[in-house]
């Protein structure tokens, strides 16, 4: 056995409350090393005969990345406390592990296990609800339909005239986005994520001169007032993005410290180095990646907190917006992030809080500041194996498990799962112009856990390199859209909202088969389970349902509407898929 690897600490994504009553404990161990695990709890103020009187349960195999095997048990405390420990075979030897290490025989003694003090609901990990079952559409407003040719910026392109430059405009706007709810509706989404709005000076906004206002370019308040409530009639949420770890260049506090230097009031609004403020050849002030011109906010500044609070609360108050984006939001202080949460869900307790951070984000996911984070782990992966062929299926599914241990189950149930955006290539691109590969990645994120967000113009094709290309307008043309893909997502789309095992409370897990290349996994929910088999091969596969499954039970073939009994091995085509349902348990 070897103790090394085995791992285990009482909080975070190894023990927690997934709602007021139960919790999940999570152990480590090495791959392949432990044949069974079993879960010893109690609690910790019972005693009978001097002993401390414990149950035990078998913990379950949830996964496997590269290195490690992950087990997990479910327990629902009668007192909402817990001590407890893990009882470890590997077929040879059985050992006791708690806090305090490894013993051959149960110490009944609870000073040796972990402990899991009170399951306080304050504390429960409570995002809001209906986030799980939302699919996302995000929108980079200056790309996506010109509604109103009034308010265009001087030197606007004729609507997808050339390809984008980094300073091109072509006048997206809310009106254009109005016109095209129906487009939204036909596709089955029911959430924009909309890139900012806020007036600043590029066509992408992320270099924000006035927070309180809308850009000219889009619109004004009353229009924008108006696409939310036509989004709120037909059930889509709206979010916002908004960057709070540094303003624009022409933002008021800023210009006022170049004018005035260090006789400005709003020197302390910014990480100025020394005075004169200089911009070349390295700004002697904080900027985000060095670029002069988005200089970084001091959000430890109590005028800037409480400038930037007012932001978050106002466009909520005002308009009645449904989530916050928020941009490079790992650069800023979790003090403020705090308040931030505070304040917003004091407005309005069910706006989704979102955050861009691209890595390990568990301390930005303990429920007292974010509900989620862009789950680019999950994009990687997915790009990888479908769009690259640069990893295997094994690999694949290793990495997928490895970032869905590494966070609570009602954390990935809201986790936000993009295939591209505006900061990444086209996935038609990345696929090499080749389009089962996207409907394949477009199948696996929408029959897998968390919340999906759809690049606009993905769905019906659209491709591009990098920034600028991946910022092209929206093809209204249906003679150029990709037609059969779009009703290929729409579909996909009905389907999850038709069937409670692949909405978000729903569970998941991959399951082993005899080529790893063809991945499966199981989506679950009370007693309805749902097999998708997905074949990557350049050859048809037979796979064996066997009794994993449901050896001679109904099953219902979701995609291709038929119905016939489980036994034996059944075909999945090359490059295609199965949506298996289980009718009788």
């Not at 009639?233 to 260049?249: E, P, Q, T």
């Not at 002069?292 to 500044?301: A, D, I, Q, R, V």
């Not at 989704?352 to 301390?363: A, K, N, Q, T, V």
């Amino acid at each position: 056995m070897i103790k090394s690897a085995i791992y285990h600490r009482p909080k975070n994504n190894y023990a927690y409350a997934l709602n007021e009553k139960k919790l999940h404990i999570r152990l480590r161990t090495e791959k392949n090393d432990l044949t069974s695990v079993d879960l010893i709890y109690g609690d910790p103020y019972v005693w009978k005969n001097e002993q401390w009187q414990n149950d035990k349960k078998s913990m379950k195999l949830e996964g496997s990345d590269d290195l490690f095997d992950y087990w997990i048990a479910s327990v629902d405390p009668e007192f909402r406390r817990l001590r407890y420990g893990f009882e470890v075979h590997d077929g040879n030897e059985t050992l006791i592990y708690g806090e305090k290490g490894f013993v051959e025989e149960d110490p009944k003694d609870t000073n040796f296990y972990f402990c899991f003090p009170f399951l306080n609901q304050i504390d429960v990990f409570t995002p809001p609800g209906w986030v799980k079952d939302t699919v996302w559409y995000q929108i980079f407003p200056e790309r996506f339909a010109n509604g109103d040719p009034s308010i265009d910026p001087e030197g606007t392109l004729p609507w997808n005239s050339e390809d984008p430059k980094v300073d091109s405009f072509f006048g997206g706007d809310f009106q254009g986005v109005i016109d095209h709810l129906d487009h939204l509706d036909e596709l089955g989404v029911n959430g924009i994520y909309f890139t900012p709005i806020f007036k600043a000076h590029s066509n992408h906004k992320y270099d924000t001169i006035d927070y309180m206002e809308i850009d000219p370019q889009f619109g004004d308040k009353e229009t924008f007032r108006t696409l939310v409530t036509e989004c709120h009639k037909r059930g889509i949420r709206v979010m916002l993005d908004a960057v709070f770890n540094h303003s624009g260049y022409f933002f008021e506090p800023f210009q006022d410290v170049l004018k005035n230097q260090e006789n400005s009031a709003y020197k302390h609004w910014f990480h100025i180095h020394e005075f004169p403020v200089k911009e070349e050849p390295v700004p002697n002030y904080d900027a985000f990646a060095f670029v002069p011109s988005m200089p970084k906010l001091n959000t430890e500044n109590p005028e800037v907190r409480d400038y930037l609070l007012n932001v978050g609360k106002y466009w909520v108050e005002e308009f009645h917006i449904d989530g916050w984006r928020l941009d490079v939001a790992n650069e800023v202080d979790h003090s403020f992030w705090r308040d931030f949460r505070k304040a917003v869900k004091s407005v309005k307790p069910e706006v989704y809080i979102l955050g861009e951070i691209w890595h390990d984000s568990m301390p930005w996911l303990e429920g007292d500041q974010f509900d989620a984070v862009m789950n680019y782990p999950f994009t990687n992966a997915v790009l990888d194996y479908f769009a690259k062929d640069s990893i295997s299926g094994v690999d694949f599914v290793e990495q997928i498990t490895k970032w869905s241990v590494a966070y609570p189950k009602n954390v990935n149930d809201v986790a936000f799962n993009l295939l591209g955006s505006h900061d990444t290539p086209r996935v038609l691109t990345i696929s090499g112009d080749e389009i089962e590969r996207v409907k394949l990645m477009f199948l696996f994120q929408l029959t897998f856990s968390g919340t999906p967000c759809i690049y606009y113009g993905d769905e019906i094709g659209m491709n591009g390199a990098g920034d600028p290309d991946c910022r092209k307008c929206m093809e209204w043309d249906s003679e150029k859209q990709d037609r059969e893909l779009f009703e290929f997502v729409s579909r996909l789309n009905r389907l999850r909202k038709e069937e409670r095992a692949l909405q978000g409370d729903g569970t998941f897990h991959f399951v082993r088969g005899e080529d790893p290349e063809v991945i499966m996994y199981e989506r679950g929910y009370e007693n309805e389970a749902i097999l998708v088999m997905v074949n990557k091969n350049t050859e048809e596969k037979l796979v064996d349902l066997g009794g994993g499954f449901g050896e001679g039970m109904q099953i219902h073939d979701l995609w291709n509407d038929e119905q016939f009994e489980s036994s034996g091995k059944l075909g999945v085509p090359a490059g295609e898929f199965r949506i298996l349902k289980r009718l009788s348990v």
